[in-house]
């Protein structure tokens, strides 16, 4: 999870529903650029939790361009939503996806509530 991400309520949801959610400030990479948090979770075999949807929308199109795959960014927008509907959404993203298929997606967490 991102800086933009750091909410403890989604975060501990998630854990105790099995997820392994690891933080900027578990990884010691408070403050780090947007491309280096990208770069880091994909050598270390992450998928990247974000509201920055903006942002890591044009990082996403810009290593497509360049024939890049990254671990896989999941965005929250809207970027309220109640804590039970992103558990859940997440659950169904898990399902849908493995680790192999969601490397190089951008994955619009809305697209999975409901």
């Known amino acids: 999870m991102d ?4 909410h403890a309520p989604v975060i501990d949801a998630l854990r105790r529903s099995g997820f392994d959610c690891t933080t ?7 403050s780090a ?6 770069e880091y979770s994909t050598r270390v075999s992450r998928v ?13 199109r810009e290593w497509s361009a360049r024939g890049r795959t990254h671990g896989g960014i999941i965005v ?3 970027q309220r939503m ?3 509907e ?8 898990a399902i849908t996806f493995d680790a192999s298929s969601i490397r190089g997606q ?8 409901g």
Not at 3 to 6: A, K, R
Not at 24 to 30: E, L, S, T
Not at 48 to 60: I, K, Q
Not at 86 to 93: K, N, Q, S, Y
Request: net charge positive; hydrophobic share 40%; glycine share 6%.
């Open 33 to 38: 650029p947007d491309p280096s948090q990208l």
């Open 106 to 113: 951008l994955v619009h967490l809305r697209n999975f509530v």
């Open 3 to 6: 800086e933009d991400s750091l």
């Open 82 to 84: 109640p804590v039970g």
């Open 24 to 30: 900027v400030i578990d990884a010691g990479r408070k």
């Open 86 to 93: 992103i558990e859940r959404a997440m659950r169904r993203i």
């Open 48 to 60: 990247l939790f974000t509201r920055n949807v903006g942002d890591f929308s044009a990082l996403h």
């Open 76 to 78: 929250l927008s809207p």
